[in-house]
């Protein structure tokens, strides 16, 4: 119940296309991350957001907490190279406030 | 210089070894955590502490166990490593968020372990 399930697993996409990936849960989250982790790096913060409802963006990236406050989306706009890496949606239970990760979201961009 | 580093960065070692990962972090942060990466499964929390006195479980504590040092240092060890061990493992840390909540977590490199 408090997994998220983050899709697609995976993305292969041209350079100057848009992506998108959601995560759901069947529980409710206090605060909604969107990670990216490049190969043999730790995972690194794009956005994060506190408030159901909330849109927020950075650059190209904008994602939004869901009004249910069980999921989440990221997109990404004119993808390049560089947004190559695993995007994973991180979510934060109340109470304990235990982070919960998805399995994450492999995109490849063509140039 | 990066805020939170570990070492090692990579490790193999035999089944039943002790093994001793050590976060370090210059980033002033109360809480810090520990996670294994499996692939296909994301990030899995281990355990956490919001200070120096304070440990807590997390998600898949089972055959490991943690020590808060100093504010800037959390290791985790594993008694008698076994190979479903085998992983990728993260410490982060994050300062106090909105609400009491946990702010914005930090990450290090990641630590490969491997059971043989």
């Known amino acids: 119940g408090q997994q998220l399930n983050q899709s697609p697993q995976s993305m292969f996409i041209q350079e100057g296309e848009d992506v998108s990936m959601n995560c759901t849960s069947s529980?409710?989250?206090?605060?909604w991350l969107w990670y990216k982790q490049d190969p043999g790096e730790g995972p690194v913060l794009l956005i994060a957001l506190y408030k159901a409802g909330e849109l927020t963006s950075n650059g190209r990236l904008t994602a939004q907490f869901g009004i249910t406050r069980k999921d989440s989306f990221l997109n990404i706009s004119a993808s390049i190279p560089s947004d190559v890496g695993i995007y994973f949606c991180a979510g934060q239970l109340p109470g304990n406030n235990d982070m919960r990760f998805g399995a994450g979201t492999r995109l490849t961009v063509k140039p | 210089d990066a805020d939170v580093t570990q070492t090692p960065r990579n490790r193999i070692t035999k089944t039943g070894k002790r093994i001793m990962l050590e976060c370090s972090q210059t980033k002033g942060h109360d809480r810090m955590y520990w996670y294994r990466q499996d692939p296909g499964l994301g990030l899995r929390l281990i355990y956490y502490s919001f200070d120096v006195k304070d440990i807590n479980k997390g998600e898949i504590s089972d055959g490991y166990s943690v020590s808060r040092q100093a504010q800037a240092k959390f290791s985790l060890s594993l008694e008698s490593a076994i190979p479903n061990q085998t992983a990728l493992y993260f410490c982060a840390t994050s300062d106090w968020g909105p609400s009491g909540i946990s702010g914005t977590q930090y990450f290090g490199p990641g630590t490969r372990l491997t059971v043989l």
């Open positions: 529980s409710i989250f206090n605060t």
